[in-house]
């Protein structure tokens, strides 16, 4: 059976390393988030403070956790610009902009969405349909502030002039609610990705990075039509 090149490898690697840097991101911040998450900040303090003999296990532990989350930071950061730039000749291979434009095209978008996750058919996709277009421009925008908040936050724990207390605080605001907004749409993006229904894409990107044509057809109408005036 023919296949149909769904992922650049590029494409493949940066959400791989993205997905971990992210997590990391995620579990290093909650306890700089909220006290509740604590905890994690003492399981990795522990034994630190054991290993120092301070018995700080708290302080020891945000100390790690603060590396951890400025050096996954500046790491996904690199490969985020890295991955920008190899991919700038070939945006338009990423299927992240409107199939079609204006309201219509929304309301029919979401009604796509519907018919195959509700009503289990066929729908009219192109090569991602309009929730998966949507968070991946929300979780690019969210981490590309969370990015450059975070990168003025450490400047400010470094020099504490850089910045007044006020302006400090709305750093703060902004990547606290840049996190939140994150979180919420990986969860819903993992979910969807899951699900059975995604099982030929989840396996593209994350181990073929093709599918087969004849369900490309049927299940991406939209893209397949695409992939035939490009031949």
């Known amino acids: 059976m023919k296949k149909i090149r769904a992922y650049h490898p590029l494409e ?6 993205m997905i971990l840097f992210v997590f990391l991101l995620i579990l290093s911040g909650l306890p700089f988030f909220s006290k509740s ?6 399981v990795v303090g522990y034994p630190v403070s054991e290993f120092l003999g301070n018995g700080e296990a708290l302080a020891s532990g945000l100390m790690v956790l603060r590396v951890i989350h400025w050096s996954s930071g500046f790491l996904l950061g690199i490969i985020s610009v890295l991955f920008l730039l190899g991919m700038i000749c070939k945006i338009n291979k990423l299927n992240i902009f409107p199939d079609r434009w204006g309201v219509a095209a929304i309301f029919d978008g979401i009604k796509q969405m519907q018919i195959h996750y509700l009503e289990h058919k066929p729908a009219k996709f192109g090569k991602l349909n309009i929730g998966q277009k949507a968070s991946a421009w929300v979780m690019f925008l969210t981490m590309a502030t969370l990015i450059i908040s975070g990168v003025l936050l450490a400047l400010r724990n470094i020099n504490p002039m850089f910045f007044d207390a006020n302006t400090t605080l709305l750093l703060r ?10 979180v919420i749409v990986l969860i819903i993006h993992m979910f969807f990705a899951l699900l059975p229904s995604n099982e030929s894409s989840y396996k593209a990107m994350f181990e073929t990075g093709e599918m087969d044509e004849e369900y490309v057809k049927s299940h991406h109408p939209l893209w397949y039509e695409k992939l035939q005036k490009d031949i």
Do not use: M, T
Not at 173 to 182: E, N
């Open 37 to 42: 998450f604590d905890f994690i900040a003492y």
């Open 12 to 17: 493949r690697a940066y959400h791989k390393y």
């Open 173 to 182: 605001d902004i990547h606290s609610v840049s996190f939140v907004i994150l």
